[in-house]
């Protein structure tokens, strides 16, 4: 694995009178986090001296790119793991995330009834919970997972192949 620096990258969301949304996304250099910013204020500075929209919201970051990438064997998208959390302040409501690609490991049994029951105990499957229940990521609209309630294998569609 070889991920390296391939320059920043700012995503805007303008919107009009109409509330009708327009989208830019903008490739830039910067040398650190700092001039990154410095170099976004200065955009939304210099859009906003020739255009009427409003900034409904931005983002940007560093744009990684790996350059020894290798294929998985095996490995496809559309088999997923789907993880049901509760969610925090919220006891009868609950939330669900995908993980693509889901590891045979994730699961209960390699064959048969709980071939595709998630094993909410498997030390993979607790660290990428972990990253919700901490509250580091979000889950939904911003919401907080608070426990794990189960997880199943799942097949999504798709046309791709």
Do not use: C
């Amino acid at each position: 694995m070889a991920l390296v620096s391939f320059g920043w990258q700012l995503d805007l969301t303008l919107v009009d009178a109409a509330n009708k949304k327009f989208y830019r996304v903008l490739n830039f250099e910067a040398a650190d986090a700092a001039e990154a910013a410095t170099r976004v204020g200065n955009h939304l500075t210099a859009l906003a001296g020739v255009s009427g929209m409003a900034v409904a919201g931005y983002r940007y970051g560093e744009k990684m790119l790996e350059t020894a990438l290798a294929f998985p064997a095996g490995v496809e998208g559309e088999n997923q793991a789907e993880l049901v959390f509760s969610v925090v302040g919220h006891p009868t409501k609950t939330a669900t995330i995908t993980i693509p690609g889901a590891l045979d490991g994730a699961f209960i049994a390699a064959t048969g009834p709980n071939r595709d029951e998630l094993d909410i105990a498997d030390v993979g499957v607790i660290g990428y919970k972990n990253q919700f229940t901490s509250g580091v990521f979000t889950i939904s609209d911003g919401e907080t997972a608070d426990a794990l309630l189960k997880g199943k294998r799942i097949h999504v569609k798709s046309r791709r192949g």
